[in-house]
């Protein structure tokens, strides 16, 4: 497993939660890191603590829902340090949303938050790794949700599914060219935006903990990384089992927190 040293690091989703904290790991081995995040404030703050860690550090606030901002965040870390080495895709929202109570516009949303984000920075990605001589890695924060229906989670599911089986093509398609994909599968994660939603999390880890998990990805370059271990194999012992079955243990992990009759959750804005 070799470290991450010397290299040009890009981060979507960059100034909070497991981004920033990503951020502040790699600073320590004198890595360049451009990083992106629609807050920009909070985003150079971060770029702060990255230069004052000895890594040399290009912030750019952009929306990474839109496509032009995300492409022309691409050319500005490549203007600067000449290509991206390594690029994690980071933003992405997941609100408590039951399924009869969310309204298309909901659907469609978190659709955007998580499956169109990825496509608006994979695509000048490619084109950019496609030229370099030594091609890249390219990883996606998914989450372990994306590999089943989770109650409550429907719409968040099935955009990270969606962008799963993206990248999974674009593993097979691109490796003659060099170009790498890692997709990160999470459990839960304790950070701001998920503080109080009233989802029921078993076996939470803290978003420090879950950074060291994305930057052991990041220098392994597994093909799918998931974590923690109690939650992956729940996960996966929930797909081997008949679906009543597993229905029916769902069911039951949803049911412990509900939400007052009539709310609904409002999708944020990727950070």
């Not at 081995?29 to 990083?35: A, C, E, T």
């Not at 989770?150 to 962008?163: E, F, L, T």
């Not at 990805?217 to 012992?237: D, G, K, S």
Request: some cysteine.
């Amino acid at each position: 497993m070799a470290r991450i040293t010397g290299r040009t690091v890009l981060i979507v989703g960059a100034s909070s939660g497991i981004g920033a904290e990503v951020a502040r790991r790699l600073a320590r081995d004198g890595n360049r890191l451009v990083i992106t995040a629609r807050r920009g404030p909070e985003l150079a703050s971060v770029a702060q603590e990255v230069r004052a860690a000895g890594s040399a550090c290009l912030d750019l606030a952009a929306d990474a829902l839109d496509p032009r901002a995300a492409a022309d965040v691409v050319s500005a870390a490549v203007a600067e340090y000449g290509g991206v080495d390594i690029a994690l895709l980071n933003a992405g929202q997941g609100p408590d949303m039951s399924m009869d109570r969310v309204s298309v516009a909901d659907v469609a949303r978190i659709m955007a938050l998580n499956y169109d984000v990825v496509v608006n920075y994979l695509v000048p990605l490619i084109e950019r790794m496609g030229s370099q001589a030594d091609g890249g890695l390219i990883a996606h924060t998914n989450s372990l949700a994306g590999l089943m229906g989770i109650p409550r989670q429907g719409p968040y599911s099935a955009a990270k599914a969606a962008a799963r089986t993206l990248i999974d093509t674009a593993r097979v398609e691109l490796a003659p060219r060099g170009i790498r994909f890692t997709s990160i599968h999470p459990g839960f994660v304790a950070t701001e935006r998920i503080d109080g939603d009233g989802l029921p999390k078993p076996f939470q880890i803290s978003q420090e903990r879950a950074a060291r998990h994305v930057v052991r990805a990041l220098e392994r370059e597994p093909a799918q990384a998931y974590f923690p271990w109690p939650t992956a194999a729940l996960v996966r012992t929930l797909r081997t089992l008949p679906t009543p079955l597993s229905a029916l243990v769902l069911r039951t992990l949803a049911s412990r927190t509900r939400r007052p009759l009539g709310s609904r959750g409002t999708p944020g804005t990727p950070s």
